[in-house]
């Protein structure tokens, strides 16, 4: 009814609905156009190229067809506009990956200045300033002292920082390190007033950062400093 294949030239001929077929396709074509023109603003313009090309080659293709005769261009047309829509099709994915990518790098940023965060806020100030102050007074009668007590607080700052930006587990030789800062630090504010014995029998095991200071930190604020005074006490 439309068009049919001459089996001995292998070329099309029209039939009686060619023109019926022709004018559904430019129907298409013109409420497509329309539509897209109503929505122009809330598509892409790469993408709005590619379905208007959509649209457009095969109309053209058809128009041209008129003309030329014997021989169906629009597969050609149709195959055309499909290459482009998936060339756009991919072209967006790339985009998307690129996007993504993007945002996965700042929500890393945004998590490391996040962790950086927490790792300063476990260092309670009342701590820092009785430090602080500590050293101060040590200045003006034992310099010495006072020197080992400001290369422990900041080897006891360096450690939190780098232990709360760590995301996965962490060797305990660091965290070790890190508690043993925190106890000298102790000992001198505390003039000496308890004693630190270390059991260690394996090292080579990792744990949750900054999981085991925060258990000493208890010891000794809510055991030996909880002491009589003049009770010697020790944390093992």
Known sequence: YIYRIDPETNLYERGRGFALWTLINMSEAAIGSVYLFLK????????????????????????VQIFIYGYSLANIACLVSTLIMFAQAISDNVKDLLKQEVMIRTQDTELSNLRNKIALSQIQPQFLYKVLDYVEGLCNRDTKKAKVLVSNLSDYLKGNVNLAGKEEMVPFEGEFEHTKAYLEIEKIINENSFDTEYDIRETDFVLPALSIQPVV????????????????????
């Open 40 to 63: 122009r603003k809330e598509i892409d313009k790469d993408r709005l190229v590619a379905v208007l090309s959509f649209v457009f080659i095969p109309v053209i293709t058809a128009f």
């Open 217 to 236: 930190e208890n010891a000794v604020r809510h055991g030996v400093n909880e002491l009589a005074p003049g009770k010697r006490g020790k944390i093992k």
